[in-house]
């Protein structure tokens, strides 16, 4: 598998992959949602991981401690938070800006 550029700094890249992807309902597993929350708290690839699975729309796992109903409720809202008609345009700086 390729291994994306902010994975290689991802807090999880040496820890059992299985303890992100719980098999059962969230609600089931809050101990281990809650670990894996603090785990993420502290990773410098947090914010990428968060913006990777939902652009992709990731269906499964527990990516930058979001559970996989967080992040349809997060890309729902972004859906609805865009305007109707033109292309989304990247954020720009103003000269001098801090
Ligand atoms: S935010 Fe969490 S799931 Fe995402 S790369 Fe970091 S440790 Fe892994």
Do not use: N
């Amino acid at each position: 598998m390729k291994t994306l550029h902010w994975q290689e700094e991802a807090s999880c890249r040496s820890l059992d992959p299985d303890l992100f992807f719980p098999v059962a309902e969230e609600t089931v597993y809050t101990d281990q949602i809650a670990a894996i929350r603090r785990i993420c708290a502290a990773c410098p690839a947090a914010r990428r991981c968060l913006e990777w699975a939902v652009a992709t729309g990731e269906p499964d796992g527990i990516w930058a401690g979001t559970t996989p109903s967080e992040r349809r409720r997060l890309r729902a809202a972004r859906r609805t938070s865009r305007p109707a008609t033109g292309p989304s345009r990247p954020a720009t700086r103003t000269a001098g800006a801090a």
